[in-house]
């Protein structure tokens, strides 16, 4: 056996050990007696509530959100070629976080019902703009990323008007919705988020060939018979579905789609056949380890998913940045 199956064997076990420390572990431990009586019929009602309504709905929504953020991450770096890329490059989070905060500002208890919709709507049309004012006889990938990244820095300042001037009750709302958690899941929003995903999940895995020629160029891709901008358009249609439906479910969770791509290059290769399905296994083994660390480290208080990515993922830019600072030079 190589190295790399023991890494991904390793990556692999590592799933259903998180799973079953996510339902035992919490401000109410749940022994291995507990979690046994589940399967034999003699759980008490308050063990089934913790562990089947509460618990692993929630563990399986921050695996499903990691899924879909770390081939997000992968598609947006292979789009760009820039392998400091991620979904929120493209001003999807952006767009998404003004959505919800008009709807949380302007609709107050109605936001509620309506602010997955607007995430992923926000999300959608930013993505969309991002692509129509890109657009000079084709598109490029540096044109993407600087209007995307003017386009999101005008949705935040949006936002950031709305938390200056909202009611102090609405923008504890929008703030705790911007951290990005998945405290709120059930298995009503579960499977809500699976049936969003399915189509595009399965059309990033379909699309590797794509992928693969286009980190090496425009030039390159079309020599050996890529539609270049159409193959850009709906690569980056499928990154935004996926991150707009986790936006929709989850709020916005950082840095999963940077981390994931990397540490998933590291184990299998560059070739996209493989990198998708090891950016989707890291990226869920991450958030449901950073949902159980938010959970757990200060209990019974609880650090949204979100903030524990971002005490992650900045100390890995930076890493990433130290490790490229003679690139180029």
Same mark, same amino acid.
């Given at each position: ?54 618990? /692993?709905?929630? +563990?399986?929504? !921050? %695996? ?7 081939? @997000?991450?992968?598609? #947006?770096? =292979? *789009? ?26 302007? /609709?107050?208890? +109605?936001?509620? !019902? %309506? ?7 926000? @999300?959608?049309?930013? #993505?969309? =703009? *991002? ?32 938390? !200056? ?165």
């Amino acid at each position: 056996m190589t190295s790399l199956h023991v890494v991904l064997a390793a990556a692999l076990l590592s799933v259903p050990a998180l799973l079953l420390a996510s339902l035992a572990l919490g401000d109410q431990t749940v022994s291995r007696a507990d979690l046994r009586s589940l399967f034999n019929g003699s759980a008490t009602e308050q063990i089934r509530m913790i562990v089947l309504d509460l618990r /692993l709905p929630r +563990a399986l929504m !921050a %695996l499903a959100a990691g899924v879909a953020l770390g081939i @997000a991450g992968a598609i #947006a770096q =292979a *789009v760009m070629r820039n392998p400091l890329a991620e979904p929120g490059i493209l001003g999807i989070n952006a767009g998404a976080a003004l959505a919800g905060g008009l709807v949380i500002v302007g /609709l107050k208890g +109605a936001g509620a !019902a %309506l602010l997955p919709v607007a995430g992923f709507a926000g @999300a959608t049309l930013m #993505a969309a =703009a *991002v692509f129509a004012l890109s657009w000079r006889n084709g598109t490029s990938s540096l044109r993407i990323v600087l209007i995307g990244i003017a386009l999101g820095s005008l949705a935040g300042a949006g936002s950031s008007f709305l938390i !200056a001037f909202a009611d102090v009750a609405d923008v504890q709302r929008l703030m705790i919705w911007l951290s990005g958690s998945v405290y709120a899941a059930s298995w009503e929003t579960l499977r809500r988020l699976a049936a969003w995903l399915v189509l595009p999940v399965v059309l990033a895995c379909l699309a590797v060939r794509q992928l693969d020629l286009m980190r090496f160029g425009d030039d390159i891709a079309a020599s050996l018979g890529q539609r270049v901008n159409l193959g850009r358009a709906f690569l980056i249609l499928l990154c935004t579905t996926i991150s707009g439906a986790t936006v929709a479910a989850c709020g916005l969770i950082g840095f999963i789609g940077l981390i994931a791509p990397h540490v998933a290059r590291n184990m299998v290769g560059e070739g996209h056949v493989r990198l998708i399905p090891g950016s989707a296994l890291v990226g869920g083994l991450l958030l449901m380890a950073a949902d159980l660390v938010g959970r757990t480290a200060i209990a019974p208080a609880q650090l949204p998913a979100g903030i524990v990515t971002a005490l992650i993922g900045a100390p890995f830019l930076g890493y990433l940045l130290w490790r490229r600072r003679h690139v180029g030079q």
